[in-house]
């Protein structure tokens, strides 16, 4: 399914801080020329996978004065300069270079082209105040203006530049608080984490760069409070093991938080005190002062839109394990021991036993056995699971896999991801190798459905379709027929009917593994699978009827 990303409302120190969301500049416009009005530059930059030319004029066939080599820095004094041939369309950077051991700087021109700000020029620009948007006590929205800082939720390096091969001055700390000084303008993937590179400086004063994947932004203050009281970032899962606990509002000090104000589903809500036996998602953990877990609590207010927050627990409330998997097992489930395992090693932890179903299939020739599994499952604590028909429905887990295994040589190869859909097993091809279908509904009777197929060990998706609740073409499988139905009255009208055509061309045009031609388009239309296209044949004999 695909999920459409909002954001996060997060509590204050009192619960919790949190990474603001990336800001985007906004596209289009034209952005008025910004200059240094003083010695000191508006902005620094760095080159990171190519050599730039500084040129004498701002134009493109300027004279180039020196080639900055990657990983050189550069002061920007101006931006938005306007080319001199083409003053609308393209801009400058005003910069000075100072190359180690030259007599002066170099003073010249950048193009502002945006493949060189995307890929190659990482600029940075200064950063002095933060706002952040919290709840207090009384649960009212609050905005708070202060120094922004990051903490380390890791142990992370601080560089001497802003690159993945930038010369190491330290690792800072798990929990470590640094002062921001800049932010890069735009952000980079490094590890499968996609954020900015902030320049900092640190307690003793010194200054250095450190990626944004690993560190949480907030307001310097809050976060060197948290630092005093030796907060760490962990990850675990913890169980209640007294008869009522108190959930506590911040590190320190007395006060209570009643979990049953969370705007969270009624049916949902935990009471104000935390029973024995209840399950808890760790995220930190305090080290002096006092000695408290940080739960986090995660939970979708409305369909797509998730809050996250945050409480804290005595540690002698609890009892704390690394992983949910480890809790998990010890409640009765129906899977093979060595599968699950393999499961939540490849998903990197925290997989429910409670909410995993395995579907088995085999397949292969005579010659050849082969022996597959769907997997279905989720990650985390489930406040309500319930099984009907073989389907297994789990709530207050936010995280959902379907994945393919096959079983070969004794050992459970993975072979994909499918998402979040329900998965079945269907040979439609008759080739002995299953098809893998997914099937996932979302925001107001929206359909995801899916065919992936095997192609050198590794799963390849041959057909898409995401249809809003509000279109007139539908596909469905039935048995190994895939149909398509247009939905249009006698009476549409004629705008209707063009919405209607152009939707079913734009899942035909994204859709090249479907062959049905505009002179041969009946509805409804029964497709057979031939190993690499859907053919377009007459109402098999063999359709499964719809249910009743």
């Known amino acids: 399914m695909k999920s459409v990303s909002r954001y996060i409302l997060i509590l204050g120190l009192a619960l919790a801080l949190a990474a603001p969301a990336c800001k985007k500049k906004p596209s289009g416009g034209r952005e008025a020329q910004k200059a240094s009005t003083g010695s000191e530059p508006l902005a620094s930059a760095f080159v990171l996978k190519a050599a730039i030319a500084i040129q004498a004029t701002p134009e493109a066939r300027a004279k180039a004065l020196v080639a900055l080599p990657i990983g050189s820095a550069v002061e920007i004094y101006a931006t938005r300069v306007a080319d001199l041939k ?26 502002e082209r945006e493949e060189v700000l995307r890929e190659n020029l990482l600029v940075f620009n200064k950063k002095t105040e933060e706002r952040v948007t919290t709840e ?15 903490m380390a ?19 800072l700390k798990n929990g470590e608080v640094l002062k921001v000084l800049a932010v890069s303008a735009s952000t980079v993937e490094i590890d499968k984490r996609r954020a900015e590179w902030y320049l900092v400086s640190d307690a003793q004063g010194q200054t250095g760069y450190c990626f944004g994947g690993y560190m949480l932004a907030g307001l ?17 899962w913890a169980t209640v093991t007294v008869k009522n606990a108190k959930a506590l509002r911040a590190p320190v000090g007395t006060d209570t938080f009643n979990l049953s104000t969370l705007p969270m589903a009624q049916s949902d809500k935990p009471s104000s005190d935390l029973k024995q036996g209840e399950i808890l998602q760790i995220d930190g953990e305090t080290t002096k002062s006092t000695d408290r877990y940080r739960v986090l609590v995660r939970f979708e207010a409305e369909p797509e839109f998730f809050i996250q927050r945050y409480y804290y627990i005595a540690k002698s409330d609890v009892k704390f394990t690394g992983d949910y998997f480890s809790i998990s097992t ?27 179903r395995v579907l088995p299939f ?38 959902h896999d379907s994945l393919l295994v096959e079983r070969k040589d004794g050992k459970n190869v993975f072979m994909g991801s499918l998402g979040r859909g329900e998965l079945n097993f269907t040979d439609l091809d ?24 095997l192609n050198e060990g590794r799963l390849v998706e041959g057909f898409r379709s995401d249809a809003s609740g509000e279109s007139c073409v539908s596909v469905d499988f039935k048995g190994k027929y895939l149909v398509i139905e247009r939905h249009m009255g006698d009476e549409a009208s004629e705008g209707e009917s063009d919405y209607c055509n152009q939707s079913l061309s734009a899942m035909l045009k994204s859709n090249k593994s479907i062959v049905l031609s505009a002179q041969n388009r009946e509805f409804p239309a029964y497709m057979q699978f031939d190993g690499a296209k859907f053919q377009k044949i007459e109402k098999p004999a063999d359709l499964p009827a719809d249910p009743g």
């Open 136 to 150: 207090n006590a009384e649960g009212v929205s609050v905005e708070k203006v202060g120094v922004p800082g990051v």
């Open 430 to 453: 008759g080739d002995g190798i299953p098809e893998v279908l997914a099937e996932s509904y979302h925001g107001r009777a929206g359909k995801t459905l899916s065919v992936s197929r």
């Open 86 to 111: 083409t003053p609308d369309t393209a801009f400058w950077y005003k910069v000075k270079y100072s190359a180690v051991g030259a007599a002066a700087p170099v003073e010249g021109f950048i193009s």
């Open 330 to 356: 010890k409640k009765p489930h129906k899977i093979d021991m060595a599968l699950a395992k393999d499961v939540n090693t490849y998903l990197k932890g925290d997989v429910n036993l409670q909410c995993t």
């Open 362 to 399: 085999e397949g292969g020739s005579e010659s050849e056995k082969r022996s597959f599994f769907a997997i279905q499952t989720a990650r985390g604590h489930a406040t309500s699971i319930s099984e009907e028909n073989g389907k297994i429905s789990c709530w207050g887990t936010n995280e």
């Open 153 to 171: 939720t890791t142990s992370v390096n601080l560089r001497k530049s802003p690159a993945i091969n930038g010369a190491v001055i330290r690792q």
């Open 220 to 236: 310097y203050d809050e976060l060197a409070e948290l630092q005093g009281v030796g907060f760490r970032f962990i990850h675990g």
